[in-house]
């Protein structure tokens, strides 16, 4: 199934008068080779007189004939073609039978009178135009205002995964790789950029003054061997910073953004950060930054963070531009982030390119492991390292416990749709989780060996999993082969039990089995006939016994800890008796234990009793010792996997005394850490969200210092002294414990305020209200893109759905407007996704799973990349009903008996 709508086209002949042929299979054949385009593209940025925007463009592809063929098929959607010709080496035409587009592939093809000879080089010409569309796809439109108000309109390009095709016939697929000589037209004061230098820029065309006059023409070096999806074009007339990296030749790294941002310094923090994170991944890897430039650019519409183009970087504003004056802690370490991870790009997935798809894991799953690495050289303060637990580990652990998940490889990979759903957690976080593992099982040294000859072997050319495993095997005598299979190549995880052995009580007994959220599900299914579902496990662990010998021996009256620092991708469980002397070590001195395994307990232990492996009463007391640890990593962590408690309890008796539970334990934080910004990086992060648990929590005294601020702020508008670190705490306080007037005074600012940060803090606040009209009316506005920009509405959606007031407004609003959500959404990245798992995660009741399975039944062929997401909800919401019935009461009497014995030693 394809949800690509019908293209625009005019074509010789009519699809359907074309009997069924090869080109019914979505994939290229593998007969033509491309090798050289010619790209020439002129969007211009006025519309017609319908309001419509175009591109003109020609295109010239080289290909070598390797089966001889009377067909030619190369990818096309939603291009017009004037004119289609080829031409054999000599120049000389060949004759074409005819040609037309087959929509359905997204193909153009060209059927020839005689077959094209094997061995031989053709090219194949084409002159054509397309919508430059707002639908920021392929090449497009981004308009923002600029500082005197007025629109100014720009062309910029998306063209992962399938999205080249968009902007000119390719060979649409990550194989086919070759040469590309780009031309851009542009009009003053516009410039263009692509990703490589530009040569020249030539005005004065007398050759067709009607379409060319007035035109400029920048023409580039040709890219070095590539891939369509990494191509990038730029039509603008953005400002630049730029630095050099400190190689030999220097690399010129340039960061570009709409000129107020310049101006404004807000591309300092990156311009300083590119330089030296290349020049540190260059050592890292062994290989060379392969081009002569890095430009990166901030675009004001992108439906992305970031985006790898060789060369030509692109990034949604908040990803790149810093302003250290009013930007948080937590937004800088995100440029950092993002800026690493794109940057790692330029290695993993642009010099070296996965073969297909399916092992897009390759690619992402290693930039997500890369730009923890990359961090944390630019910025040791970030604890990255240590971060890696809260942002991956434990996303990936949520996702891949459902049985709905998928293998890192992916099977049956071939639609657009295919494609795009593979941008997910599994390929990101469980594949980033899992080189992490071979990393620190390996050693750093054996690692980056393994990974400099799998680069240096492959520049410019593709790659498979075996491939990279082969290179590590060499240097490090890991039995990749079949056992690090175990990983790849079948879904989900296992959770290992350390436990005493009853048949010899000195010894510990290990186990694994598969992890499944659901505790109903088959843990057999889907089956795995190479590896029956077991994984190939390595033990990370910790005794505090003082022990050589390595076989396990069970720690009487210690602990032992499994999994230490959490490098391994599986939870653990213990017996009640380890599980108590764990808990007892954190009461007594929890700084015994590494501050990643005080995370992994915590969230092991809650997550195990969800299945009933773990008691409730022993999960709940692994946070007890929270009241005296303060650090970010446990409580981000404790606060994330409590947040289910939160989702179940919400609307029940229960939540009081949950509410108070939570307070007690933020108290101490609380006040310790005071309204002053101040401390190291993790703590002023952690002082936004220990505010903003009081606060939530119930501390008046809290609330009121939100306030206090909010109103100093909204009697001078013009001086906001809120601490950039505080704002997301404070204006969500604020508005949630407001009215109107808060809630009015932030959407003003957030009609007009230029800095991407802080629009976003602001659009956050607007999501906190309690009041039913307003949500109401906030709802409403999202169709309209003037007023929430198309890219960021479905976080509105997103943010409503986590706030209990505002949940079945949103969910009743999302169904009624399908036709348009499913429009703007449907078909891009995972931005369906997100908007399904964020607004029916809290689905708990018999009522809301009959809900969603008519909204499945309902919209079945209109959930594009969001299918699996809604089985995924499904499953969700009926493990949530168990829940409700099998643990609700057994966590509301543990949080009543923690409360009397407090009230009585006079705590609470
Ligand atoms: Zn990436």
Not at 230 to 241: D, R
Not at 403 to 409: G, H, Q
């Amino acid at each position: 199934v394809t949800t690509v709508s019908t293209a625009i086209t005019t074509s010789t002949v009519s699809t359907t008068t074309i009997s069924p042929g090869p080109w019914s299979d979505v994939r290229l054949p593998t007969y033509l080779v491309p090798y050289h385009y010619v790209v020439d593209l002129q969007p211009n940025l006025e519309p017609d007189s319908t309001g419509k925007y175009w591109f003109n463009g020609t295109s010239e592809v080289q290909f070598q004939v390797a089966n001889s063929t009377r067909f030619i098929y190369i990818h096309s959607n939603k291009l017009e073609y004037d004119d289609v010709y080829l031409a054999d080496e000599s120049g000389a035409a060949i004759s074409i039978a005819q040609w037309w587009l087959y929509d359905m592939n997204q193909f153009l093809i060209v059927e020839l009178d005689a077959e094209l000879v094997q061995g031989q080089n053709y090219s194949l010409h084409t002159q054509f135009k397309g919508e430059l569309a707002d639908d920021l796809t392929g090449l497009y439109r981004s308009t923002y205002t600029d500082i005197n108000g007025k629109d100014v309109i720009i062309a910029i390009s998306q063209m992962q995964p399938t999205d080249a095709r968009k902007s000119f016939p390719c060979f649409d697929e990550p194989a086919f790789k070759a040469t590309f000589k780009i031309f851009l037209w542009h009009k003053d004061p516009n410039y263009a950029l692509s990703n490589m230098p530009f040569v020249i820029t030539e005005v004065n065309w007398d050759i067709s003054p009607e379409r060319y006059g007035g035109w400029k023409r920048t023409e580039f070096e040709p890219t070095l061997r590539m891939s369509t999806y990494l191509l990038a074009f730029v039509v603008s007339e953005f400002g630049y910073e730029q630095s050099f990296t400190s190689g030999t030749p220097p690399v010129q790294t340039r960061i570009y953004a709409r000129p107020e941002q310049v101006l404004n310094h807000n591309v300092e923090y990156a311009k300083n950060i590119t330089p030296v994170i290349l020049d540190y991944y260059e050592s890292y890897f062994g290989v060379d930054y392969p081009l002569p430039k890095s430009d990166q650019i901030a675009v004001p519409d992108f439906a992305l963070g970031g985006m790898e183009n060789w060369g030509l970087v692109m990034y949604r504003e908040t990803a790149l531009l810093f302003d250290a004056a009013i930007n948080s802690a937590y937004s800088k370490q995100r440029v950092a982030r993002v800026i690493a991870h794109e940057l790692s790009h330029q290695w993993f997935g642009d010099l070296i390119t996965p073969l297909w798809w399916d092992e897009l894991w390759l690619n992402e799953g290693f930039a997500t492991f890369i730009e923890y690495i990359g961090t944390d050289y630019v910025e040791p303060g970030f604890r990255m390292m240590d971060q890696f637990v809260l942002y991956d580990l434990h996303d990936a652990l949520t996702v891949d416990a459902l049985t709905t998940s998928r293998p890192i490889i992916a099977e049956n990979v071939t639609t657009p749709d295919d494609i795009n759903a593979l941008f997910d957690d599994i390929s990101y976080s469980k594949g980033g989780c899992f080189i992490r593992m071979i990393s620190e099982f390996a050693g750093e040294e054996a690692f980056k060996l393994g990974l400099k000859n799998y680069l240096e072997e492959f520049s410019y050319g593709l790659v498979d999993h075996n491939q990279l495993f082969s290179y590590w095997e060499e240097v490090k005598w890991i039995f990749f082969w079949s056992d690090m299979d175990t990983w790849v190549n079948q879904m989900g995880y296992p959770v290992v039990t350390m436990k005493q052995n009853l048949d010899n009580p000195l010894m510990m007994e290990v186990l694994q089995e598969r992890f499944l959220l659901d505790p109903k599900a088959d843990p057999t299914l889907p089956e795995s006939p190479s590896f029956d579902i077991l994984y190939d496990i390595i033990i990370f662990y910790s005794y505090l016994l003082n022990n050589s010998d390595l076989s396990m021996v069970y720690p009487n009256g210690k602990y032992v800890i499994g999994n230490y620092e959490a490098f391994g991708y599986y939870r653990v469980n213990y017996d009640d008796a380890n599980w108590n002397a764990i808990i007892n070590q954190l009461s007594r001195n929890f700084s015994a234990i590494n501050v990643k395994s005080r995370s992994q307990i915590i969230d092991d232990a809650l997550t195990l009793a969800r299945t009933g492996l773990v008691k409730y009463e022993i999960a709940l007391k692994t946070t007890k010792f929270l009241r005296d640890d303060y650090d970010f990593l446990p409580w981000q962590s404790a606060l994330r996997v409590l947040s289910y408690l939160d989702d179940m309890l919400g609307r029940s008796e229960a939540y009081g005394v949950y509410s108070s539970y939570l307070l007690y334990l933020v108290e101490p934080a609380y006040y310790n850490l005071t309204w002053t910004d101040e401390g190291d990086h993790l703590q002023r992060q952690q002082r936004g969200s220990t505010i903003n648990t009081a606060c939530s929590y119930g501390s008046i005294d809290c609330i009121e210092h939100a306030q206090t601020l909010f109103h100093t702020w909204m009697a001078d508008p013009s001086n906001n002294t809120i601490s950039p670190n505080l704002r997301d705490a404070v204006y969500c306080q604020a508005v949630a414990n407001g009215g109107s007037d808060e809630w009015d005074f932030i959407w003003g600012r957030y009609q007009t305020e230029g800095d991407s940060h802080e629009k976003s803090a602001l659009q956050s606040a607007l999501a906190c209200t309690k009041q039913l009209w307003i949500i109401q009316r906030y709802l409403e506005y999202t169709l309209d893109s003037t007023l929430v920009r198309n890219q960021d509405a479905y976080s509105v959606y997103v943010g409503l759905c986590g706030n209990d007031y505002a949940r079945d407004l949103t969910w009743d609003f999302l169904r009624r407007e399908w036709d348009y959500i499913y429009e703007v959404y449907g078909s891009g990245f995972f931005r369906i996704n997100s908007i399904i798992e964020g607004c029916t995660s809290r689905f708990s009741t018999e009522f809301e799973l009959k809900e969603l399975e008519t909204f499945k039944e309902s919209r079945s062929d209109q959930l594009g990349t969001g299918a699996r997401s809604v089985d995924q909800a499904l499953e969700l919401t009926k493990t949530n009903i168990q829940w409700r019935t099998d643990y609700e009461d057994t966590v509301f009497s543990w949080l009543n008996y923690v409360r009397r014995s407090l009230i009585l030693n006079r705590i609470f």
